[in-house]
């Protein structure tokens, strides 16, 4: 079955450590692939986005995220969090026949502690 | 602010009864998607309207119906309401075969 594995719920992490964000899929093809951020009370809002080409993609707020076919991953990166790093993280897939249709993994918590 | 607008904000109501969620797509989009964020279900697509006509499907009940009007604006329609229905609903928007951005969400409460 089709699926995106975020298998950390929740990360704390201590300001200005780094931080990684694991994203797993299963699908028969590489999907476009996608970090959303929420913040509390908030939307989403795109971090990044792979669609094809260079595998390490860069994003807004200091954030990376490096395709690996061979692993079906999608790891996201940010080499010194900050405070306002503190939000829920979402990795999400699109299929290349049905892109639009994004399915969502199930969010990855992330506090960060002085 | 990504410039799609969802209203309401709060949303509260009774079991049994119809609501209607409103969408305003950022300027010139013309795809508009429905989202269902709940506790167990996490972020679920519901459906994708382009230019006015369905385009995809997702985890959608019959109890729930949307459209695209002319000038773009979708509105979600969840009717004979049941507490599992409580949960925040996302529209979003995107040009194309593109980034979709998120409204703000409005979360309903069916008590």
């Known amino acids: 079955a089709q699926s995106v594995t975020q298998p950390d719920i929740h990360i704390t992490v201590s300001e200005g450590a780094s931080l990684e964000l694991r994203c797993n899929y299963s699908?028969?093809?590489?999907?476009?692939l996608f970090w959303y951020v929420q913040s509390p009370g908030q939307g989403l809002q795109l971090l990044l986005k792979?669609?094809?080409?260079?595998?390490l993609v860069q994003g807004i707020k200091g954030f990376e995220a490096e395709f690996k076919r061979s692993q079906s991953s999608f790891n996201l990166r940010k080499p010194s969090v900050h405070w306002s790093d503190a939000a829920e993280y979402f990795c999400?897939?699109?299929?290349?026949?049905?892109?639009?249709?994004?399915?969502f993994g199930a969010g990855t918590q992330v506090v960060v502690t002085p | 602010d990504s410039g799609v607008t969802q209203t309401p904000k709060h949303l509260i109501t009774a079991t049994g009864q119809r609501v209607t969620l409103r969408c305003s797509p950022r300027?010139?989009?013309?795809?508009v998607y429905w989202y269902q964020q709940s506790l167990d279900q996490g972020l679920q697509f519901l459906i994708q309207?382009?230019?006015?006509?369905?385009?995809a499907k997702g985890n959608i009940l019959e109890r729930f119906s949307a459209q695209q009007f002319p000038d773009l604006h979708s509105e979600l329609n969840l009717s004979s309401l049941e507490l599992g229905d409580s949960a925040l609903y996302f529209c979003?928007?995107?040009?194309?075969?593109?980034?979709?951005?998120f409204g703000p969400g409005t979360r309903l409460t069916v008590l």
């Open positions: 979003a928007s995107s040009a194309g075969e593109d980034e979709q951005f």
């Open positions: 699908y028969g093809a590489t999907p476009y």
């Open positions: 792979y669609f094809s080409g260079d595998t």
């Open positions: 999400a897939v699109g299929l290349t026949d049905s892109w639009g249709k994004l399915q």
């Open positions: 300027s010139g989009d013309l795809s």
């Open positions: 309207y382009y230019n006015g006509e369905e385009r």
